[in-house]
């Protein structure tokens, strides 16, 4: 079945450490985004790809970076954590027409103590 | 830029009433207009979807919404509650053309609360 799957679901983890956020998707699509959501608040892009090698940054400034080495990756990482980095990453994609939707992962929950 | 304005953060309605939540947008031409359903903890959910067409455009889950170009409008209706319709609403902008388009802004959401 085509989707979009977010790994982990849930981080918490101290600061200053490195994490790799995965978002994988099974849809072919040669678009995807990240999207930073903090509790009760919109969702803000902060980065996104229109292919392979294809990345740019988002409307709302963020610390961490992607990649997109193959069509169905795109990896959110941060260098160093930090508690301000504390928030809902959720991930997503869509296909190359213009009317079309953007599909979304479940979300990783990411902590930072 | 465009721009997203959900008006009610938190509305509360009874099991069976009929709902509407309200959306306006901001954008210089055909906007592309989302509504996308978040249960907690979990992704978005694409409830509908207008591109062109017939302003009254059907969803999912019973859900339908109206695109009022005048009023730069896009509110997300359903004539009777389910409880398990209890969850965070999104209102979302595409953009139509150029290098941008696929990326989406978002207003800040309405949470809707069902009573038995």
């Known amino acids: 079945e085509a989707d979009i799957y977010q790994t982990p679901r849930y981080l918490v983890i101290g600061t200053g450490k490195k994490i790799t956020l995965e978002c994988s998707q099974t849809?072919?699509?040669?678009?995807m985004y990240w999207y930073q959501q903090d509790p009760g608040m919109e969702l803000h892009l902060i980065h996104y790809?229109?292919?392979?090698?294809?990345?740019e940054k988002g409307d709302l400034s963020s610390e961490s970076t992607v990649s997109r080495i193959r069509t169905e990756h795109f990896p959110l990482t941060l260098e160093s954590a930090r508690p301000s980095h504390t928030s809902q990453y959720l991930c997503a994609s869509s296909g190359l027409r213009q009317n079309t939707e953007a599909f979304f992962g479940q979300g990783t929950r990411l902590t930072v103590v | 830029a465009q721009s997203v304005t959900q008006p009610d953060i938190h509305i509360t309605v009874s099991e069976g009433a009929s709902l509407e939540l309200r959306c306006n947008y901001s954008y210089g031409a055909t906007p592309y207009l989302f509504w996308y359903v978040q249960s907690p903890g979990q992704g978005l959910q694409l409830l509908l979807k207008y591109f062109s067409g017939d302003t009254l455009v059907q969803g999912i889950k019973g859900f339908e919404a109206e695109f009022k170009r005048s009023q730069s409008s896009f509110n997300l209706r359903k004539p009777s509650v389910h409880w398990s319709d209890a969850a965070e609403y999104f209102c979302a902008v595409g953009v139509a053309g150029g290098t941008s388009y696929g990326k989406l802004t978002f207003g800040q959401g309405t949470i809707l609360t069902v009573h038995p």
């Open positions: 790809s229109y292919g392979v090698n294809s990345t």
């Open positions: 849809m072919g699509h040669d678009k």
